[in-house]
């Protein structure tokens, strides 16, 4: 039933690292892209860092150079490893794939992230 799962959030010192991971159902077929989002409080949600099924990677300025999006497409896995971490980077990240063939953007719940001394 859980399509796509999240995990490696949690409490870290600025300056820190952490590693997200999420795991796409097998149920998804066909996953074009998978990436990771993100919203802190009085934002909107932003998105972080993409990665195609092919490897092609975009980011957003204020990660780039600290966070690097990978995946393992036999996995259906995509994860992000969040280095340098600082206070604004404090948010629930959530995961997103997208399937042409199903026609469909699946979420994962959210993972919190917090970075805090």
């Known amino acids: 039933q859980v399509q796509l799962a999240e995990s490696g959030g949690g409490l870290v010192q600025p300056g820190g690292s952490l590693r997200l991971s999420c795991a796409a159902s097998?149920?998804?077929?066909?996953?074009?892209?998978m990436g990771w989002y993100r919203q802190a409080p009085g934002k909107q949600r932003e998105l972080v860092a993409s990665i195609t099924s092919v490897g092609s990677t975009n980011y957003a300025d204020s990660v780039k150079g600290r966070f690097t999006i990978s995946r393992d497409n036999t996995k259906n896995t995509v994860y992000l490893q969040m280095n340098s971490l600082k206070s604004e980077d404090t948010a629930v990240y959530y995961c997103n794939a997208y399937s042409a063939r199903a026609r469909s953007e699946y979420w994962g719940q959210g993972t919190q992230v917090t970075v805090s001394s």
């Open positions: 097998r149920i998804i077929f066909s996953i074009n892209a």
